[in-house]
């Protein structure tokens, strides 16, 4: 069974700069897309920033701010976080998710969690 392990969560200043990693381990099928998640507290899961070989997608509040990465070879996926304000305050989780031809369910992260002061 394949599992995501993210690393990198802090608490930071407002204003400051935090980089997520994720790493793919275990028996997991050929990664397709690969990205990122967050649920701030009291609220639902959203996406923020999410690639697959055609497209990068980002969610309009971390646009400018935010940069996904990724290291295929390696089944590693990066966020770089920038300018971070204390509403992009949650615990950010890894998501991946084979070719939609492929039938294996997405595997997520347990997550690591940003907090950003005022």
């Known amino acids: 069974q394949g599992q995501l392990v993210e690393s990198g969560g802090d608490l930071v200043e407002s204003g400051g700069s935090l980089r997520l990693s994720c790493v793919a381990s275990?028996?997991?099928?050929?990664?397709?897309?690969m990205g990122w998640y967050r649920q701030p507290p009291g609220k639902a899961r959203e996406l923020v920033a999410i690639m697959n070989p055609v497209s990068t997608n980002y969610a309009d509040s971390v646009k400018g701010r935010f940069t996904i990465s990724r290291e295929s070879a390696q089944n590693m996926v990066y966020l770089e976080m920038s300018y971070l304000k204390p509403e992009d305050t949650a615990v950010y989780y890894c998501?991946?998710?084979?070719?939609?031809?492929?039938?294996?369910?997405?595997?997520w992260g347990r997550g690591t969690l940003v907090a950003v002061s005022s």
């Open positions: 998501y991946a998710a084979p070719h939609p031809t492929e039938n294996y369910p997405e595997v």
């Open positions: 275990g028996s997991i099928f050929s990664i397709y897309t």
